[in-house]
């Protein structure tokens, strides 16, 4: 079993940053690539940033040049680093990893971000 915690989340004003962080748990060794989505309110869940286990990476639009996954294996830890935050990536943001051999998704609880204009 995996087990996925975000934390970082907040209130910011636009313009602030903030970095969230996904410690992984459990086996570990099952994980293969790692994701951060979004969904906020009213609206469908759509990806943000997504890194590979090589270590590609992939961004939404909306967030380019703005957000930056990292992936710490020796921490098992996942990074989203958000600048320039604007009042629209006010969100509830999911860590999601994705395992070897099953392929099944494992997904965090989730945590929450505001950005005020």
């Known amino acids: 079993q995996v087990q996925l915690v975000e934390s970082g989340g907040g209130l910011v004003q636009a313009g602030g940053s903030l970095r969230l962080s996904c410690a992984a748990s459990?086996?570990?060794?099952?994980?293969?690539?790692m994701g951060w989505y979004r969904q906020a309110p009213g609206k469908q869940r759509e990806l943000v940033a997504h890194i590979t286990s090589g270590g590609s990476t992939n961004y939404a639009d909306s967030v380019k040049g703005r957000f930056t996954i990292s992936r710490d294996n020796a921490k098992n830890t996942v990074y989203l680093q958000m600048n320039s935050l604007k009042p629209e990536d006010t969100a509830v943001y999911y860590c999601?990893?994705?395992?070897?051999?099953?392929?099944?998704?494992?997904w965090g609880q989730g945590t929450l971000v505001t950005v005020s204009s």
């Open positions: 459990g086996n570990i060794a099952s994980i293969n690539h």
């Open positions: 999601k990893a994705d395992l070897k051999v099953t392929l099944w998704e494992v």
